[in-house]
T-cell receptor, first 110, second 115 residues
Framework: DAKTTQPNSMESNEEEPVHLPCNHS???????IHWYRQLPSQGPEYVIH???SNVNNRMASLAIAEDRKSSTLILHRATLRDAAVYYC???????????FGSGTKLNVKP | GAVVSQHPSWVICKSGTSVKIECRSL??????MFWYRQFPKQSLMLMAT?????????EQGVEKDKFLINHASLTLSTLTVTSAHPEDSSFYIC???????????FGPGTRLTVT
């Protein structure tokens, strides 16, 4: 069952940073935080994941709260190609299953 | 990143027939794969976990006799929708678990339409 809550939709201007929040107040010590995004009629695409420390990669940054009950995906400069549904998912380290929540639909305005 | 393929990308079948969907990990071996379904404007719903060499485990509420899963090799899992009905029409997506980093890589999905 999904253990994360995200806003249904967000809007951003092109070339500006975007902060996508996720609440996971029932997270356990062995849960990893994963972010994926999905374009219409495509499979989800990996964005980033982390456990406790903030993470950076070429696509985005992941900021994890000190108590791990929330996290924020940061797109540093949104482009039109970043318009998608973004899913924040907790992965149980024992079973490796993903239970998707409803996600955040990001709209990027030119 | 790792690549996962699905075949076919779309299929139309008549009510009462069976349809097989293949999921392949192209550049890594996957002892574990997952199957999801997604209805329009909804999120992905986990259906089952496919383990190579053993029986699949199904999520609560998913009929195992209707959705047959076979994980015959380290790179191939198949989902067969038996006696399909229009309500089975959906977008079916598989993923493969890459063990070194326990990351799931998703296939492009298969659009099933049952008429």
């Amino acid at each position: 069952d999904a253990k994360t809550t995200q806003p249904n939709s967000m809007e951003s201007n092109e070339e500006e940073p975007v902060h996508l929040p996720c609440n996971h107040s029932t997270i356990s010590g062995t849960d990893y935080i994963h972010w994926y995004r999905q374009l219409p009629s495509q499979g989800p695409e990996y964005v980033i994941h982390g456990l406790t420390s903030n993470v950076n990669n070429r696509m985005a940054s992941l900021a994890i709260a000190e108590d791990r009950k929330s996290s924020t995906l940061i797109l540093h400069r949104a482009t039109l190609r970043d318009a998608a549904v973004y899913y924040c998912i907790l992965r149980d380290d024992n079973f490796n299953k993903f239970y998707f929540g409803s996600g955040t639909k990001l709209n990027v305005k030119p | 990143g790792a690549v996962v393929s699905q075949h076919p990308s779309w299929v139309i079948c008549k009510s009462g027939t069976s349809v097989k969907i293949e999921c392949r990990s192209l550049d890594f071996q996957a002892t574990t794969m997952f199957w999801y379904r997604q209805f329009p404007k909804q999120s992905l719903m986990l259906m089952a976990t496919s383990n190579e060499g053993s029986k699949a485990t199904y999520e609560q509420g998913v009929e195992k006799d209707k959705f047959l899963i076979n994980h015959a090799s380290l790179t191939l899992s198949t989902l067969t929708v038996t006696s399909a009905h229009p309500e089975d029409s959906s977008f079916y997506i598989c993923s493969a678990l890459d063990r070194p980093d326990y990351e799931q890589y998703f296939g492009p999905g298969t659009r099933l339409t049952v008429t």
